[in-house]
């Protein structure tokens, strides 16, 4: 079957998901809001070959560093992958990070018209170290306080306008970082 999704090995809401995007071919033309707290999953991956003389620690040789997309941006990024056209709607710091996750958005087909920066707050970057092919630590750089008033005005008045401009689908996806709030 050309332009068929399958399911292969993947649980009940992925395969609901091939269902309904095989169902219905318009799927592929779909304008979605991805609303949400987003974020850049950070690796570092090495070898480890001996212990720190510092403290009980594993000394990791680093051979591999990489950014992918995180949080409700991972969300947009398998709308992506069905077909869709996802806008990422967030707040952001404006940082380096942000410009990381910005250019991880474009390079995947997400448009980033949706996102809000902030100097009030950091962008959020999960970092994994992996060594030898085991996880060992995670490093949370973030903000899990809600976003300001005026922050949450821009980001709501984004929202908006998608909506008055013909989005088809608003997703919500909160990681309890901030950015959705009771408003």
């Known amino acids: 079957m050309q332009g068929q999704f399958t399911s292969g090995a993947c649980s009940i809401a992925q395969k609901a998901a091939v269902a309904a995007v095989n169902a219905d071919p318009k799927f592929n033309q779909l304008k979605v809001a991805v609303i949400g707290d987003i974020m850049i999953d950070a690796y570092l991956k090495g070898k480890v070959n001996r212990i720190s003389p ?29 077909g869709a056209m996802p806008i990422m709607c967030s707040c952001v710091g404006s940082d380096d990070n942000a410009k990381i996750l910005v250019n991880l958005l474009k390079n995947s087909g997400i448009s980033d018209e949706g996102l809000v920066f902030s100097s009030d707050r950091m962008t959020t970057v999960k ?12 490093i949370d750089s973030e903000q899990t306080n809600p976003i300001n008033p005026e922050e949450e005005d821009k980001l709501i008045a984004k929202v908006r306008s998608l909506i008055e401009n013909g989005i088809d689908v608003l997703i919500f996806e909160d990681y309890n970082k901030g950015v959705l709030t009771e408003r």
């Open 54 to 82: 510092e403290a009980p620690v594993p000394v990791i040789n680093l051979s591999k560093q990489e950014e992918r997309l995180g949080g409700a941006a991972n969300v947009a990024l398998n709308l992506v992958s069905l």
């Open 127 to 138: 970092t994994r170290v992996i060594g030898n092919n085991q996880h060992l630590l995670r």
